[in-house]
């Protein structure tokens, strides 16, 4: 059964738009809510983490936006630029149970044209 | 990140061999993940460990099986590889005694079964 649904699986968009990528999760035990960002031949490395204690959260040009009722959450990409273009990975997590691990969408992949 | 090694970077085997994956990590992390990644369905853990006396089955375990030599090192054994076993290999580490949940990748290991 998969927990967190990420969409869309792909998406293409020109230098200076927002692309939007979506997750939506069932657990409501989930309290941490990480994206992950990952270029080709690497490992995927953390970009931005939200908590439900807040709607919203910003860092540079990438924002989370968090909808607690409605369990969803997503990561918006502001002036995007053609070094954005990577896979980019949700995630969620109990972070106060003992038995803590990430559990992750499939992933999307954006590019973004010149 | 250079703090989380893998070794090797590449491999190719024949259906029927055991092949071992090997992580090491320098960060002083208690824990330590070996996920697996495909195309389209994202990363899915295949084993998680807390210290090195405790070893988790995650969600595809079978046909694997790992090892914690040591807090640094945590390898991923497949003991008959068969061609579904084809995949991108990631080991990851995180440390919860600091509170923070990021978890850090290596740089991946692709395996490929003929």
């Known amino acids: 059964q998969q927990q967190v649904k990420q969409s869309p699986q792909s998406l293409i968009v020109q230098k200076g738009g927002i692309p939007i990528i979506n997750c939506a999760y069932e657990n409501t035990a989930f309290d941490y809510f990480p994206w992950y960002q990952q270029f080709p031949g690497k490992g995927p490395a953390l970009l931005i983490a939200?908590?439900?204690?807040?709607s919203e959260k910003k860092e540079g040009r990438f924002t989370i936006s968090f909808n607690k009722s409605a369990k969803q959450f997503s990561l918006h990409i502001m002036d995007s630029q053609p070094g954005d273009s990577a896979t980019y990975f949700c995630a969620a997590s109990n972070s106060g149970g003992s038995n803590y691990k990430l559990t992750f969408g499939k992933g999307t992949l954006l590019t973004v044209n010149p | 990140d250079a703090d989380v090694t893998q070794t090797p970077r590449n491999r190719i085997t024949k259906t029927g061999k055991r092949i071992m994956l090997e992580c090491s990590q320098t960060k002083g992390h208690d824990r330590m993940y070996w996920y697996r990644q495909d195309p389209g369905l994202g990363l899915r853990l295949i084993y998680y460990s807390f210290d090195v006396k405790d070893i988790n089955k995650g969600e595809i375990s079978d046909g694997y099986s790992v090892s914690r030599q040591a807090q640094a090192k945590f390898s991923l054994s497949l003991e008959s590889a068969i061609p579904n076993q084809t995949a991108l290999y990631f080991c990851?580490?995180?440390?919860?005694?600091?509170?923070?949940?990021?978890?850090?990748f290596g740089p991946g290991t692709r395996l490929t079964v003929l």
């Open positions: 990851a580490t995180s440390d919860l005694g600091t509170g923070k949940h990021e978890q850090f």
């Open positions: 939200i908590r439900p204690d807040v």
